[in-house]
């Protein structure tokens, strides 16, 4: 079922961004958004594109005082062959709906939701920079907004996406990261939200990341809550790593974010012929791979970056260097055929790259 979308069209139109080079991520955004609102009685309705702006919202609204925000991130791009593509987008409209299931916040139609997010990309393409690279991040997400304190599931809620362009990831090649383990704030707990894509979650995970950024680190690896011995995830992305051969990732136990571009490379590995281990997996275990030379690579997965080789590991008062700090031929594989993919550089079977 599609909503019923209303469209008004700004008079002001922005210019769009002439240096390509300096888009940064997240800085500057699109001329319109997609906007609606759900209330018990009447359910999602006035669906509406409207002018880029402001959202007046009331001081008591469910957001800002019980967390009540769960959010999408994806991407659309300029393919080669001058079409405008979407990478697997259904995936991101499931779960942006499990995440709602989570934390109660009302349900989507998936084909209504994936309908706005395209209606708004079609409208704003002439904002999908041109640079190799360089895509237009959208953002869908959906917030509680009851007027009242009482602490209750939510019968009043908005659903808004917003685009923002954004400029390549890596301008100067893949760089690999250095990565600090953290063991004593944790991001999740199963049972808790660590597998919702909510805002809950960040607030969590701030303060490690501020120290590992103070010590010369760009993100912090997170441990499991219980014993703070498995290996999670790394920042806002899925961790893998390629040790004697085989590959070994966090399984999907609750507390870690269920990442498409993680699901994405292990169906690549796999169709590549890769042993792919999804199980709990142990930093002790880790360095034990590190000291007998068999870590071979280890990177990041999700969508700002698509991959992002790991050339060090900090635990305990130590720090590892993983694959001399240089990216990785398998990580460079999975790089170069993602990214083909998703600019259209690639013909795939697997129905990832939609065309718009
Ligand atoms: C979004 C996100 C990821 C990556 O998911 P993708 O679907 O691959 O972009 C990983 N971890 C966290 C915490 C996230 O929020």
Not at 23 to 38: A, C, N, P, R, S
Not at 108 to 125: P, W
Not at 158 to 182: H, M, Q, T
Not at 329 to 356: A, C, F, H, R
């Amino acid at each position: 079922m599609k909503y019923d979308i209303t469209i008004t069209k700004t008079a002001n139109p922005q210019p769009k961004p002439t240096d390509e080079s300096k888009l940064g991520f997240g800085k500057i955004f699109t001329d319109h958004m997609f906007i609606m609102e759900y209330s018990a009685e009447k359910g999602w309705h006035d669906a509406r594109i409207v002018p880029f702006g402001p959202i007046p919202t009331h001081p008591a609204s469910t957001v800002f005082h019980y967390g009540a925000e769960i959010f999408e991130g994806m991407k659309a791009y300029r393919a080669v062959d001058g079409s405008i593509r979407l990478f697997r987008p259904m995936e991101n409209v499931k779960r942006l709906n499990k995440s709602a299931e989570r934390i109660c916040l009302p349900l989507l139609d998936e084909e209504g939701a994936l309908d706005a997010i395209t209606k708004l990309v079609e409208l704003e393409q002439d904002w999908i920079p041109h640079n190799e690279g360089t895509s237009l991040y959208i953002r869908p997400f959906i917030y509680g907004n009851d007027p009242h304190l009482g602490v209750h599931a939510v019968h009043n809620a908005v659903f808004v996406i917003i685009c923002s362009p954004v400029g390549a990831y890596y301008a100067s090649g893949l760089k690999p990261v250095k990565i600090a383990i953290e063991n004593e704030d944790v991001r999740a707990v199963r049972g808790g939200t660590g597998y919702a894509k909510c805002g809950g979650n960040y607030a969590a995970s701030m303060r490690a990341g501020q120290r590992a950024e103070e010590k010369g680190y760009a993100q912090v690896l997170w441990l499991d809550g219980v014993e703070r011995k498995y290996i999670e995830e790394v920042g806002a992305m899925n961790v893998m790593f390629k040790i004697g051969g085989k590959i070994v990732t966090p399984m999907l136990s609750g507390s870690i974010l269920p990442g498409i571009t993680r699901k994405s490379c292990i169906e690549l590995l796999k169709d590549w012929g890769y042993e792919v281990e999804e199980r709990l997996f142990s930093v002790d275990e880790l360095f034990e791979a590190c000291e007998k030379g068999e870590l071979e690579e280890a990177w990041g997965t999700g969508t700002a970056a698509v991959v992002s080789p790991i050339g060090h590991l900090f635990y305990n008062g130590k720090d590892y260097t993983v694959s001399n700090n240089e990216i990785g031929p398998l990580t460079q594989k999975l790089y170069d055929n993602l990214t083909g993919i998703q600019w259209g550089k690639i013909e795939e079977n697997k129905g990832w790259s939609v065309k718009i």
